[in-house]
């Protein structure tokens, strides 16, 4: 018995010892289509060879209760060292410091990796705090041959693009001209933000003051419900996430997507074309396109700052990152990675090209989830007709002048 | 004559009563395996056909491609509802006959305050049970997960046990002392077999909770996916762009299978177990 | 006895959560920063009532609070109702193959109530749901109805999926109350002449009744808390039309960080507490009265 007590202990010593040796890390990524667990730890294990004495802990959770893990995390007091974010809850986050600033950590190289516009997404109050993991951008998506067979060209302007999905719209034959978004999600916010980067509307601008209730904002949030004429019943309990089913059945004109989407449309044999989207009359623009990007941050309750730093880099180093953005199928939001021969492909292209037109999804808002409760009730109360865009949005604009505080 | 001809129309109208009632109960169920039996190659069709065109298996071996751990997915919600069970059962029995059989004068009482932590909104209980199990050292295993879980079976069984053992006799187990029997051997072996209804009825009831509300408080309590159970692995068939809603139909038909074939093992004592004794409150 | 501090040890832990709950909403704090905490007093329960930011009319919580009041009635109105019918349906001896259609009821509970309330949006979807392909094959409307898209539907609708969710349970619990009431009394009343709904009055609803509160308490409480369902569905919308008690209380925590927190929040848990405690009280007497036959 006393025996087997001594060798227990010396276990327990030895094995404490082993453990104390170790450096553990600990990230929290998210899961789904894509983003699987294998790839992840793939990463996890490589770093681990190349850094002997250190031990990755991934936590894993779904992309839709991303947020809720972290802030549960933060709350509890048990944040991981790194966090993949999404760029617009950097603002919310930096205030009520649960992230560092990562300025001093960004070298002049790695600036010049990427776009500048990229930068600017994790840009807040003057200072860094996430390196870029994944960026998207967005063009329309259309069926060439409803197109052809209602006499439809590219359009350009946004005159041309209700013209278009007008021709197109034949709802007692089932046929939309268009399909949109409006169930209460963030990606709705998102498609309603399309339009307004196109006409030069902005939520906050570059001074800080709330534009949303600008005459060129009102333009974007009616234009909006003027296309909602011609796009499928009852868009409020669509996200744009699921629209991709409803153009799959070909009977869909044209809508703005990922480019995946656009692939499976392909598959199903959707006759597939892209045109970036028009500027609006109200700006002198040619084409817009919402940038959203999603960023690696390192939380303000960690104790292993340099290490989590290291992983970070790793993380993103030009090789990694075209790595994971051609195996996961992101645009690539480093410079030099559109020559890679994969993004040379046709479908890549108006993707890439959109980038120079693009603008952060979430460009001076200090409370994304606050802000986007009040554009959704403006949205929504839109769409159902039960406010004009004016007053709409100058409800919204007293409300985010508030959350902007 | 007139009574054949009533029993029989009685008989009719009740069927078509009742096969409304199963449309309404499993529609949604059937929306799910024709999605599910749907090559998922196939667009989808507006309006959605009744009896699918094609029909095909692959989306049920696709979900085991897309989510390579979801045997342990499902395992891990089994473990948990099964954990709760027996916690809870663990609980209720004891508590249920302390309750029945000895008069606190606060009893009554007692059954509503033993509801109160189903009143609270779980979200809010998740960071104080973070730190319990912190305390613990319990984060990341299963027993924080059936622990948690077993607070809000805790009340209901409790409840059930004590009703059903208010109808059983206490000169039963008085018998039984004066042959020797301690407490916990009278409560085994003559009690719990007169009381095996309500004890399923909590097993089951216990068990669907475990099974399915693990979700919400999974979120702080579980970091590696292994222990992550079936509602939690299901948001790998969700992508930033879309979902793949034909094999997570799949996935979720497969996973259903389990607690109703649970279910159908113990189906007559179910009914029996659930109420006799709470007519009496 | 043994068992005693088990219960005790078991009752600490079931107890401490709440106490924290309670001791929250008398500070001001925040999940983001948890070492940040700011004594209030009751300040967060004057907030209840005079956040009218979004809603000049009344506050964020009583508003709510009015759509829970309203949507758990109809929810528990319809699951009384409808496992009543069901249950006696599946009770009587008219009905073949009874045995079959009582296992069929039971499916519904296996299913975890987020992936219900997913199966529910797709099957009630204007284009690829179920409901519409046979409304519009039966010729009753000739276009999709659409149904979470104006308030007052996607309200209703949300209150029967939720309906749906807890009617296993319901039809179950009555249907072994059914049985536990002796034939001969039925009997007795036919030979005295009785028809089926004198029977059912006079016989059937008195010696249900016990059941009926016991059950319907339990969903009410249930049913208080019903967030999947809802979040799943209409996320509150369309413009917070769907938003109950247990959707704001998630908005203050965790979506509106700088109007909400979680002293706000636990003050709005409080609140709702002490309204379904009132409500329970007010059952269990009723439930001793009726009892006393």
Same mark, same amino acid.
């Given at each position: ?21 170790? @450096?553990? *890390?600990?990230?929290?990524?998210? #899961? ?9 730890? =793939?990463? %996890? ?114 005159? @041309?693009? *209700?013209?278009?999905?007008?021709? #197109? ?9 268009? =399909?949109? %978004? ?224 | ?281 | ?293």
């Amino acid at each position: 018995m006393r025996k087997l007590l001594c060798v227990v202990t010396v276990m327990a010593v030895f094995l404490m010892g082993v453990a104390m040796a170790e @450096e553990v *890390l600990k990230v929290l990524m998210p #899961i789904g289509g894509g983003y699987t667990i294998e790839d992840q730890e =793939a990463i %996890a294990r490589e770093f681990e060879k190349d850094n002997p004495g250190v031990k990755i802990e991934m936590e894993f959770v779904g992309w839709a209760e991303l947020w809720n893990k972290i802030i549960t995390s933060i709350g509890a007091g048990a944040a991981p060292d790194v966090m993949y974010i999404a760029s617009r809850w950097i603002p919310v986050l930096a205030d009520m410091g649960a992230i560092i600033p990562l300025d001093e950590y960004i070298t002049p190289e790695k600036r010049e990796l990427y776009y500048d516009m990229v930068w600017d997404t994790v840009t807040y109050n003057g200072h860094v705090y996430g390196v870029v993991r994944a960026m998207s951008t967005k063009v329309f998506i259309y069926n060439k041959k409803l197109f052809e067979e209602n006499g439809v060209k590219i359009p350009t302007t946004w005159d @041309e693009l *209700l013209e278009a999905a007008k021709k #197109i719209h034949n709802p007692a034959k089932g046929v939309y001209g268009i =399909a949109m %978004a409006g169930k209460r999600f963030v990606s709705t916010v998102t498609q309603f933000l399309q339009y307004l980067y196109a006409n030069d509307g902005k939520i906050v601008d570059e001074e800080g003051n709330v534009v949303i209730d600008k005459p060129n904002a009102v333009r974007a949030l009616e234009f909006y419900k003027e296309l909602s004429n011609y796009a499928q019943p009852g868009i409020i309990e669509w996200t744009r996430e699921d629209l991709i089913k409803l153009f799959e059945t070909g009977k869909v004109g044209m809508y703005i997507d990922h480019v995946h989407n656009a692939l499976k449309a392909i598959e199903k044999g959707v006759d597939v074309g892209f045109f970036l989207i028009p500027g609006g009359p109200d700006s002198v623009k040619r084409y817009s396109t919402v940038i959203v990007t999603d960023c690696i941050a390192i939380s303000s309750q960690t104790k292993k700052k340099d290490l989590a730093l290291k992983f970070m880099n790793y993380m993103t180093s030009f090789e990694k990152q075209a790595e994971w953005d051609l195996k996961l199928g992101f645009v690539p939001p480093m410079v030099k990675e559109k020559d890679l021969p994969e993004f040379q492909k046709w479908y890549w292209k108006p993707y890439i090209e959109a980038i120079k037109y693009g603008y952060p999804q979430s460009a001076g808002v200090k409370d994304w989830e606050g802000t986007q409760e009040v554009l959704l009730d403006a949205i929504q109360s839109v769409l159902l007709g039960q406010s004009d865009a004016k007053t709409a949005l100058s409800q919204a604009a007293r409300i985010i002048k508030i959350l902007q505080k | 004559m007139k009574m054949s001809t009533k029993r029989r129309l009685k008989g009719i109208i009740y069927q078509i009563l009742a096969v409304a009632a199963m449309i309404f109960l499993l529609l949604p169920i059937y929306q799910m395996l024709i999605t599910a039996l749907r090559p998922s190659d196939l667009p989808w069709i507006s309006p959605m056909p009744l009896i699918p065109e094609k029909v095909s298996f692959r989306n049920f071996v696709q979900a085991f491609q897309l989510v390579p751990r979801l045997p342990r997915y499902l395992l891990n919600s089994f473990l948990y509802g099964l954990g709760v069970s027996v916690i809870s059962l663990g609980i209720a029995i004891p508590a249920g006959y302390a309750l029945a059989r000895f008069e606190f004068r606060l009893r009554r009482p007692l059954m509503v305050f033993i509801i109160y932590a189903n009143m609270f909104a779980p979200i809010m209980l998740l960071i104080p049970i973070y730190v319990i199990m912190k305390r613990f050292g319990l984060i990341n295993t299963y027993l924080s997960v059936i622990l948690s879980g077993s607070i809000f079976t805790i009340p209901l069984s409790t409840w059930l046990v004590t009703s059903y053992m208010q109808t059983v006799p206490k000169d039963i187990e008085e018998a039984s002392f004066i042959d020797g029997c301690s407490v916990y051997s009278a409560i085994y072996r003559i009690i719990l077999p007169m009381i095996s209804p309500a004890v399923i009825a909590v097993f089951i009831y216990a068990f669907i909770t475990g099974w399915s509300q693990q979700f919400i408080l999974a979120l702080v309590l579980i970091k590696t996916d292994q222990l992550m159970p079936i509602t939690q692995g299901l948001y790998q068939f969700f992508s930033r762009s879309s979902v793949r809603w034909n094999e997570m139909m799949a996935a979720i038909l497969m996973s259903t299978a389990i607690p109703v074939v649970l279910f159908l093992s113990v189906q007559r004592y179910i009914v029996k177990g659930l109420t006799t004794g709470s007519l009496k409150g | 006895m043994l068992i005693l501090p088990l219960l005790l040890a078991f009752s600490i832990f079931m107890l401490y959560p709440l106490y924290k709950v309670v001791e929250s909403s008398f500070y001001k704090a925040s999940f983001l920063n948890p070492t940040f905490r700011v004594y209030v007093g009751l300040e967060n329960f004057r907030w209840l009532f005079n956040f009218k930011v979004f809603d000049p009319r009344w506050s964020y919580f009583v508003a709510a609070l009015s759509r829970s009041l309203l949507w758990v009635g109809g929810s528990v109105g319809i699951k009384v109702v409808l496992g009543i019918a069901v249950a006696l349906l599946l009770n009587s001896q008219f009905l073949a193959g009874r045995r079959i259609y009582r296992t069929l009821v039971i499916i519904p509970w296996a299913i975890p109530w987020a992936m219900s309330s997913m199966m529910w949006a797709w099957t009630l979807n204007s284009q690829f749901g179920l409901v519409n392909s046979i409304l519009l094959k039966l010729h009753i409307v000739d276009k999709p109805v659409t149904f979470l898209t104006t308030a007052k539907s996607a309200f209703l609708t949300t209150m029967v999926v939720d309906a749906w969710v807890g009617l296993p349970f319901m039809i179950i619990m009555f249907l072994s109350g059914l049985q536990s009431i002796p034939d001969d009394l039925y009997e007795a009343a036919t030979v005295d002449g009785a028809s089926d709904w004198t029977k059912f009055v006079r016989i059937t609803l008195p010696l249900l009744k016990p059941v009926i509160l016991t059950t319907s308490l339990l969903s009410l409480v249930w049913t208080f808390n019903s967030f999947d369902i809802i979040w799943v569905l209409t996320r509150g919308g369309p413009i917070r039309a769907t938003e109950t008690l247990p959707i704001a209380i998630y908005n203050v925590a965790f979506l509106l960080t700088r109007f909400g927190g979680i002293g706000k929040a636990s003050a709005m848990t409080m609140a709702q507490v002490a309204l379904v405690t009132v409500i329970s009280v007010f059952y269990i007497r009723t439930l001793r009265r009726g009892v006393e036959i």
